[in-house]
Structures are given as C-alpha cells and as structure tokens.
C-alpha cells in the first residue's frame, strides 16, 4: 500500500495547523486519564487480591511491555497508512481493552486485568507514535520541544483526575475491598474511546511530513542506523521512563511508609495534587523552552531529577514527601525533550524515529518490578534508589547532545533552530523544472 500523500507542516494555513493541533491535542488527554488510574491500581489491587508489591507491578509489565512490542510495529505501518488510519486503530484498541475490564472485575481475575491493560498499552503506544511525531513536525521545529510539551500538559492534566477517582470510589467505604467501581469507570473510559473515533472519522486531518527529508537531491538517502541522536534517544527513553513509571507507581505506597499517618485516601490525593505539581511544571517548561535550548534544559532537569530522587529514597517523614514532589516538577519536560531530539531531522524516517523512540516507553515494565522486589526485601523509600540509575542515564543523553551541539556550532543556551533549511518536494520539483527550461535554451542558443 503506498503511504498516503502529504504535505509538509510549513505548507498547512495557520488555521488547518490549530486545528489539527487542537484535534491531535486531544489524544493526550486519552492516555493521561488511562495511566493516571493505573498507578493507583496497584495499591487497590494489593488489597482486593492480597498480593505483594512486586506482583501488583504486572499491571505495569503489561502496560509498558506493550510499548515495547508494539510500537515498532505502529511506526511501520502508519508510515505506510497514514496518521489518521493509525489514530483509528489506537482508540480501537484502547476501547476494547477498557471493555474487557468489565468481565475482570466480574469474576475477579488478576490475570484478566493484566491482560486487558496489555490491550490498552497497544492501543496508546499506537496514538503516542501518531500523536507525539505529528505535533513535532506539525509547525517550526524550532519550537517542536515547546509545542509538545504544551500538547503533553493536557496529559498531565487528565492524569491527576484518577487519583482523585481512586481517592473517592476505589479506596473508600466497601469499594476499599471489592471492584464494582473499577468496572464502571472502565466502561465510562471505553465510551470516551469510542466517541473519540468518532470524532476523528468525521474531521479533517491533514496528513503532513517533515520539512527536512533526510534525501539528497541525487538521491541518496542516509541510513536510519546512522541517526546517532535517535538510537541513543531511545536508551535515554528507555531509562527516564522506567524511572518515571516506578516512581510513580509506588507513590501511593511511599506516602502511607513514611510514618507520618498518611491514610489510603489522603495519599491518593496526595499523589493526585503530585500530578497536578508535573502539569504546572510541563506548562511553565514550555514557557523556558521558548527561550533556552532544549538539549540544554534537559540536562539541568535530569540533574535535579537525579537530586531529589536520591533525597526521596533517604530522607522520612515530609523531608521524603518534599522532596517526591518536587521530582515529579522537574520530571515534567523530559519526555516530549527527548523525543523532540531524538526525532529531530529524521525527514522521510520520522514515522520510524517516532516508533522507536515510543518504543523506549517499555522501560516502564521492568523497572517497576525491580523496584517492587527492593520495596518487599527492605521498603518503599529504599527502592526509590532504582529509578536514579534511570534519570543517570537521560542525563548524561542530554549532557552529550549539549557537547555535541558545543562542538559544532559552539555553546548556546538560547533556542536556536538546529533545522536544515531544504526546500520541499513541491520547491523542488518546480526548481528542477526551471533548471531543464534554462538548459533547453542554452541548447537552442548554441545550435
């Protein structure tokens, strides 16, 4: 099948490009509210299954071991469908995972869950390598890095609302130890998949490419395995989201340990307005990275991260709470960073880049459970000290990137597009008709 015809971001009206911004942006929401109820789940299903915490992070095994089987493949076929068709599988997907969550909690099968939430990842690692790629070249990618995390603050926003579910009808009153909420907010969450579909079945979405093909004009394409930033933009991935994925996941746990009478509930909430801190974070990021380049302030947010997520696994009492929150403030704008950079000129391999890097979002299967079994052998603040090795990792990726771009073009801190600037097809095709007419009359001139 050959891949739909496009446009590139430059060639879209101001108009066509807030649309599709706005429609795109939507998508975010989706999987916001999707992940920000499965961290709460664990704890749930501790109590509702009596299993230890290294059992309950199957959930994220499930989850994000979906990213990493699936989203490659989500990367070769939308470039040869298009975005609008990838969108349509994702949210198909995503509703029949949702769907399944109703006989699981009917006959109470963990085994159920873990593989409806399995269903679900591939579902949203499908509209992550649509979603994030298409933001990225849907404008100027002198702000990619900007305009991304804008469209991932919407995540963060609908993140914070399933704690603050959770809080309300999962940890309280008989709910505490039964799943009949579980199975009607899963039920509501496949209706809102549903109608999604809808929506973008009748909208207009343009399909459109990068402005920098990675061809030259005699037709020599550059090898994606040459892409450097992208190959080690994926270990990077691979690091920060397992890292963020565990801290996350045992947050809940973390706050009820700390031995200053934090119930059920109020460390749900507490987790909630944790998510709200990594939303206000994400939207003043996009303020900075107006200005500063984003290599840059990756690399100062992943020393923070670094930081407070050390202070995290050795400080108790509020000392520990403080210092949680503000990890989740500067994790804020590392994601859609990395995925910026690592897909940056990627040109006619930009469906592939994205897929690779999404496929980095599988490190959240394994971390978890590494952090799980260090919470059972000792506790919940010391298994904080495995997700730093991850935020190491992103680190020194950015840090790299930052002597990389020092080497060539000398050190900046302001954002300075790093972007070739090479005609589009459309430029390129009228150029070499313009060069065949002026041969042709020097022909006729010398005859």
Same mark, same amino acid.
């Given at each position: 099948m050959a891949p739909p015809a496009a446009t590139t971001g430059a060639e879209l009206s101001r108009r066509q490009r807030i649309y599709a911004f706005a429609l795109v942006t939507s998508l975010f929401f989706t999987w916001g509210f999707a992940y920000g109820l499965l961290d709460v789940l664990n704890a749930h299903f501790q109590t509702v299954f009596g299993i230890s915490k290294l059992q309950s992070t199957m959930l994220q095994l499930a989850y994000f071991g979906a990213y990493f089987v699936w989203a490659p493949f989500a990367g070769a076929f939308m470039s040869r469908i298009g975005y609008k068709k990838g969108v349509h599988i994702g949210l198909g997907l995503y509703s029949l995972g949702a769907v399944f969550f109703w006989p699981s909690a009917k006959f109470e099968k963990y085994g159920g869950f873990v593989g409806s939430t399995f269903v679900i990842g591939c579902g949203l690692s499908t509209l992550e390598v649509a979603a994030n790629s298409y933001i990225s070249v849907l404008g100027s990618p002198k702000y990619a890095a900007a305009r991304l995390n804008f469209s991932q603050g919407f995540q963060g926003i609908a993140s914070f609302s399933g704690p603050l579910i959770a809080a309300r009808w999962f940890f309280t009153g008989a709910n505490a130890t039964s799943l009949g909420t579980v199975q009607w907010v899963y039920l509501a969450v496949a209706g809102l998949g549903?109608?999604?579909?809808?929506?973008?079945?009748?909208?207009?979405?343009?399909?459109?490419?990068?402005?920098?093909?990675?061809?030259?004009?005699?037709?020599?394409?550059?090898?994606?395995?040459?892409? +450097?930033?992208?190959?080690?933009?994926?270990?990077?991935?691979?690091? +920060?989201?397992?890292?963020?994925?565990?801290?996350?996941?045992?947050?809940?746990? +973390?706050?009820?340990?700390?031995?200053?009478?934090?119930?059920?509930?109020?460390?749900?909430?507490?987790?909630?307005?944790?998510?709200?801190?990594?939303?206000?974070g994400r939207f003043i990021g996009v303020a900075l990275l107006n200005f500063?380049?984003?290599?840059?302030?990756?690399?100062? +947010?992943?020393?923070?991260?670094?930081?407070?997520?050390?202070?995290?696994?050795?400080?108790?009492?509020?000392?520990?709470?403080?210092?949680?929150?503000?990890?989740?403030?500067?994790?804020?704008?590392?994601?859609?960073?990395?995925?910026?950079?690592?897909?940056?000129?990627?040109?006619?391999?930009?469906?592939?880049?994205?897929?690779?890097?999404?496929?980095?979002?599988?490190?959240?299967?394994?971390?978890?459970?590494?952090?799980?079994?260090?919470?059972?052998?000792?506790?919940?603040?010391?298994?904080?000290?495995?997700?730093?090795?991850?935020?190491?990792?992103?680190?020194?990726?950015?840090?790299?990137?930052?002597?990389?771009?020092?080497?060539?073009?000398?050190?900046?801190?302001?954002?300075?597009?790093?972007?070739?600037?090479?005609?589009?097809?459309?430029?390129?095709?009228?150029?070499?008709?313009?060069?065949?007419?002026?041969?042709?009359?020097?022909?006729?001139?010398?005859?």
């Open positions: 549903v109608a999604l579909n809808v929506l973008f079945f009748f909208a207009e979405l343009p399909e459109i490419t990068s402005a920098t093909p990675t061809e030259d004009i005699s037709g020599q394409q550059e090898s994606f395995w040459k892409q +450097y930033h992208c190959l080690f933009g994926w270990v990077a991935q691979t690091a +920060y989201v397992g890292a963020q994925v565990g801290v996350a996941a045992f947050a809940v746990n +973390y706050f009820e340990d700390q031995g200053v009478g934090i119930s059920a509930p109020r460390a749900s909430d507490l987790f909630s307005f944790c998510q709200i801190t990594f939303t206000v500063i380049d984003p290599a840059f302030l990756l690399a100062c +947010y992943g020393f923070f991260c670094t930081l407070f997520c050390i202070l995290v696994s050795q400080l108790p009492g509020y000392g520990g709470v403080a210092s949680l929150f503000l990890l989740f403030f500067f994790e804020s704008i590392c994601y859609p960073c990395i995925f910026t950079l690592g897909t940056k000129n990627l040109g006619i391999h930009t469906k592939r880049g994205s897929g690779l890097i999404v496929m980095g979002v599988g490190g959240g299967a394994w971390y978890p459970s590494a952090q799980g079994a260090l919470a059972d052998k000792t506790n919940t603040r010391r298994s904080y000290l495995v997700p730093t090795s991850g935020y190491i990792a992103m680190t020194m990726y950015a840090v790299g990137l930052v002597v990389s771009q020092a080497t060539k073009d000398g050190f900046t801190m302001r954002n300075c597009s790093a972007q070739v600037d090479i005609p589009s097809p459309a430029e390129v095709s009228k150029r070499d008709s313009t060069e065949k007419q002026i041969a042709s009359d020097e022909c006729l001139k010398s005859a």
